[in-house]
């Protein structure tokens, strides 16, 4: 019993300390606002990746001619509607 009392004690000093990832977590509110924020971020990245894959993910067998194009991007909002836009597409060359 004594044992696992100085085992608890000693996880919850190091927890205070700050200076293990984990007590740093738990006593830093800016890096945890940041953590936050960025998983926010990464969540909302992968829904439009989802929701608009051709937008993150362009495939060509023959590197598409070298020429500027136009193309028309359809975009699901988070409300439900659908947007369409006309962009210029620059061809890259390597």
Same mark, same amino acid.
């Given at each position: 019993?004594?044992?696992?009392?100085?085992?608890?004690?000693?996880?919850?000093?190091?927890?205070?300390?700050?200076?293990?990832?984990?007590?740093?977590?738990?006593?830093?509110?800016?890096?945890?606002?940041?953590?936050?924020?960025?998983?926010?971020?990464?969540?909302?990245?992968?829904?439009?990746?989802?929701?608009?894959?051709?937008?993150?993910?362009?495939?060509?067998?023959?590197?598409?001619?070298?020429?500027?194009?136009?193309?028309?991007?359809?975009?699901?909002? &988070?409300?439900?509607?659908?947007?369409?836009?006309?962009?210029?597409?620059?061809?890259?060359? &390597?």
């Amino acid at each position: 019993m004594a044992e696992a009392q100085t085992s608890l004690k000693g996880v919850s000093t190091a927890l205070n300390d700050k200076k293990g990832s984990l007590g740093k977590l738990i006593n830093d509110t800016l890096l945890y606002n940041n953590l936050n924020a960025t998983a926010a971020s990464s969540n909302e990245l992968i829904s439009d990746m989802k929701a608009n894959p051709k937008r993150y993910v362009h495939f060509s067998v023959f590197g598409g001619g070298g020429k500027d194009k136009t193309k028309k991007e359809t975009t699901k909002q &988070p409300d439900g509607t659908v947007k369409t836009e006309t962009k210029k597409v620059s061809a890259v060359r &390597p």
